[in-house]
């Protein structure tokens, strides 16, 4: 195995390979885009040494920083240590020259424990060997990933630059850190004007403010809209609504399935009930305040729900009929 | 879905009482169904809404209590960071999330929120639209 190594060794680049672990569970959803990136890497990888032992293609593609480590150019990359072998004596032998790998136990029970005392022996070892140029090793263990057993381990085995800790704990910190990154870059997407704020507080700030002044936007509305329209609605009307609305204030969870298909109906009955009214007892919008209405649906996005009603409304607004006010 | 459902609402406050309140009792009533119709059409899949809804529904002197059947969960956050603290206190429900989370609610509430705004000034739009064409 150490001979192995040293076959490796001519190979090395200057990187300290670090596996970090993560629950298989927790990997985020926009961690796609760098998993195809590994993807396509760890496929030029099994090009070049396929001789070598076989990789676990998850493994490889859940790994969250490697491929920052190959982009430097040094095509001649020996195969880097993938998780955890059964001979973790021959990483303590190989201390001088390895590099801390995570080897895959062939049996997966022990694994975890292998893999916690691997990731504490190598952090120590990593740390010695710092002085020294990091040359990655070759793997010289003859464990095989079985991919079968990476579904029953459950983890991600992603790389760590150089430089960072192998901590398990620092490691799941570093993916948190990553996830609060990402929802940090949604929101400043969302939020108008947050694009030239670098940096969390600036962000945050920007971001409590604009929640801020939605919420008083909402008051500011609702006043006006109080102020604007006094009540002045037709008891026809409310009898009809009432059965309809009061859906969703009371069961909201049970019934939101239904819901979905009872607006249909609820337009029905403002059709039905629309004969009746008294225009000046009407409260029903005007036709382009609706299509707006929709319109504003539409743009952000929740409009889905509303495209069957689009034909209702020739039929729903009489022309007589508009907003009292 | 959420312009039919305020809308219905809408006029729900208004068939309540049509000219014994105040413009501030019918504000206060047309801001809660607005904030109620955002949290039912987001859905019961978001911790905001629900805890928007339950905070609505939970009216003051109604005693009596069901049990519940989740547990919430009250961990107590080491609220270190004020910023933090204050995008707890404005997000509904943002009390006993974890930071990723929070951030991840406080995106979608930010959303409805918008789109709720918009859809309020579109009505107050059509209806000052109407009311300076008589």
């Known amino acids: 195995m150490p001979a192995q190594g040293r076959d490796g060794q001519n190979r090395f680049?200057?990187?300290?390979?670090?596996?970090?672990?993560?629950?298989?569970?927790?990997?985020p959803v926009s961690d796609l885009s760098v998993l195809e990136r590994q993807r396509l890497h760890f496929d030029w990888q099994q090009q070049e040494q396929p001789s070598r032992h076989s990789y676990d293609a998850d493994l490889c593609?859940?790994?969250?920083?490697?491929?920052?480590?190959?982009?430097?150019?040094?095509?001649?990359?020996?195969?880097?240590?993938?998780?955890?072998a059964s001979n973790f004596e021959e990483a303590g032998v190989a201390a001088?020259?390895?590099?801390?790998?995570?080897?895959?136990?062939?049996?997966?029970?022990?694994?975890k424990q292998d893999e916690s005392n691997c990731k504490r022996g190598k952090q120590e070892r990593r740390s010695e060997s710092r002085q020294q140029n990091n040359r990655k090793e070759a793997s010289g263990d003859t464990s095989s990933y079985k991919n079968e057993e990476h579904p029953k381990a459950d983890y991600i085995h992603v790389r760590a630059r150089r430089g960072q800790a192998?901590?398990?704990?620092?490691?799941?910190?570093r993916v948190r850190r990553e996830r609060i990154s990402q929802r940090m870059k949604y929101l400043q997407e969302l939020v108008p004007g947050c694009s030239k704020i670098t940096g969390k507080a600036g962000m945050l700030d920007e971001i409590i403010n604009y929640v801020q002044s939605l919420q008083r936007q909402v008051e500011f509305l609702s006043m006006k809209l109080a102020a604007v329209n006094?009540?002045?609605?037709?008891?026809?009307?409310?009898?009809?609504?009432?059965?309809?609305?009061?859906?969703?204030?009371?069961?909201?969870?049970?019934?939101?399935?239904?819901?979905q298909a009872h607006p249909c109906s609820g337009l029905d009955m403002y059709m039905d009930s629309s004969s009746d009214l008294v225009p000046d007892g009407s409260s029903f919008v005007s036709?382009?305040?609706?299509?707006?209405?929709?319109?504003?649906?539409?743009?952000?996005g929740r409009g889905t729900a509303a495209f069957p009603f689009q034909s209702f409304q020739g039929n729903l607004l009489p022309n007589n009929l508009k907003m009292e006010i | 879905m959420v312009a039919l459902?305020?809308?219905?609402?809408?006029?729900?406050v208004r068939c309540s009482g049509p000219g014994a309140r105040s413009p501030s009792y019918r504000a206060r009533g047309i801001r809660r169904a607005a904030y109620a119709c955002m949290a039912a059409s987001a859905g019961p899949r978001r911790a905001w809404s629900r805890a928007l809804l339950r905070k609505i529904r939970r009216r003051p002197g109604r005693g009596l209590r069901r049990p519940r059947a989740v547990i919430r969960r009250r961990r107590p956050v080491g609220g270190g960071d004020p910023l933090e603290v204050a995008l707890r206190r404005l997000v509904?429900?943002?009390?006993?999330?974890?930071?990723?989370?929070?951030?991840?609610?406080a995106a979608d509430y930010v959303k409805c929120l918008a789109m709720q705004v918009r859809l309020m000034q579109t009505i107050v739009d059509s209806a000052s639209h109407v009311n300076s064409i008589d």
Do not use: W
């Not at chain 1, 970090?20 to 569970?25: A, F, N, P």
């Not at chain 1, 020259?97 to 080897?103: A, E, Q, T, Y």
């Open chain 1, 96 to 111: 001088s020259n390895c590099n801390p790998k995570r080897r895959k136990a062939e049996s997966s029970p022990k694994s």
């Open chain 1, 61 to 84: 593609v859940r790994s969250l920083n490697s491929f920052t480590c190959f982009s430097n150019g040094l095509p001649d990359l020996a195969q880097y240590s993938m998780p955890v």
């Open chain 2, 92 to 105: 509904p429900g943002g009390g006993c999330m974890e930071y990723c989370r929070l951030l991840e609610e």
């Open chain 1, 230 to 259: 006094p009540l002045a609605a037709d008891n026809n009307f409310s009898n009809c609504s009432m059965g309809i609305s009061s859906e969703p204030m009371e069961q909201p969870f049970l019934h939101f399935n239904s819901l």
């Open chain 1, 166 to 173: 192998t901590d398990s704990h620092s490691l799941a910190e």
């Open chain 2, 5 to 12: 459902r305020f809308l219905r609402a809408l006029s729900l």
């Open chain 1, 13 to 27: 680049i200057e990187f300290a390979i670090i596996v970090v672990v993560v629950v298989m569970q927790q990997a």
């Open chain 1, 287 to 300: 036709c382009s305040a609706l299509n707006s209405l929709y319109g504003v649906e539409f743009q952000l």
